[in-house]
T-cell receptor, first 115, second 113 residues
Framework: GNSVTQMEGPVTLSEEAFLTINCTYT??????LFWYVQYPGEGLQLLLK???ADDKGSNKGFEATYRKETTSFHLEKGSVQVSDSAVYFCALSDPWGGGADGLTFGKGTHLIIQP | EAGVVQSPRYKIIEKKQPVAFWCNPI?????LYWYLQNLGQGPELLIR????????DSQLPKDRFSAERLKGVDSTLKIQPAELGDSAVYLC???????????FGPGTRLTVT
């Protein structure tokens, strides 16, 4: 079946530091990959996505590249801000892969940015 | 454009009591999902609707959980009776169809005492 593995948190960084949150996946078909962000007290928001190999998703200074050869979709940002503190979820959707429908999520990575 | 609306936002009940959650998806979105999110975990799919038809409910514990989506718009998820282990956040999401990205509501946080 499909699965997503992402690095355990919490991840604590200083403001303006470089961020990487690792995410790897297992899928039966050709999935689309997503990063969702959950700010305290709020619902999940789509941060970025990539629908095929070598695609790069980007938004709000965050980037992630769909690497089929390493089955990875690592999230990066060059200079983090305190306002980036949140929980980040890597997810995949594989509607044509014959597995369960809906998104398959990782466990989430809690990011804490200190001023 | 209004987002996915869920109510209530918080619910506290005693075990063995019934509880219901309501979801109003984004207008025009044919696909509706209910997810369960336990503390410190990612959401897990409970059920998916295409219009008014439940097309994937394999993860829904049918002995105590039920769901409906009348007229293919709003949806209700019910638990009867609730157990302590049902304490979690219940998320609703919608999309144009199963191949498009999903938009999530704020969730209902259920506490069973």
């Amino acid at each position: 079946g499909n699965s997503v593995t992402q690095m355990e948190g919490p991840v604590t960084l200083s403001e303006e530091a470089f961020l990487t949150i690792n995410c790897t996946y297992t899928a039966t078909g050709y999935p689309s990959l997503f990063w969702y962000v959950q700010y305290p007290g709020e619902g999940l928001q789509l941060l970025l996505k990539a629908t095929k190999a070598d695609d790069k998703g980007s938004n709000k200074g965050f980037e992630a590249t769909y690497r089929k050869e390493t089955t990875s979709f690592h999230l990066e940002k060059g200079s983090v801000q305190v306002s980036d503190s949140a929980v980040y979820f890597c997810a995949l959707s594989d509607p044509w892969g014959g597995g369960a429908d809906g998104l398959t999520f990782g466990k989430g990575t809690h990011l804490i940015i200190q001023p | 454009e209004a987002g996915v609306v869920q109510s209530p936002r918080y619910k506290i009940i005693e075990k063995k009591q019934p509880v219901a959650f309501w979801c109003n998806p984004i207008s025009g979105h044919n696909t509706l999902y209910w997810y369960l999110q336990n503390l410190g975990q990612g959401p897990e799919l409970l059920i998916r609707y295409e219009n008014e038809e439940a097309v994937d409910d394999s993860q829904l514990p049918k002995d105590r959980f039920s769901a409906e989506r009348l007229k293919g718009v709003d949806s209700t998820l019910k638990i009867q009776p609730a157990e302590l282990g049902d304490s979690a956040v219940y998320l609703c999401a919608s999309s144009l169809d199963r191949t498009y990205e999903q938009y999530f509501g704020p969730g209902t946080r259920l506490t069973v005492t």
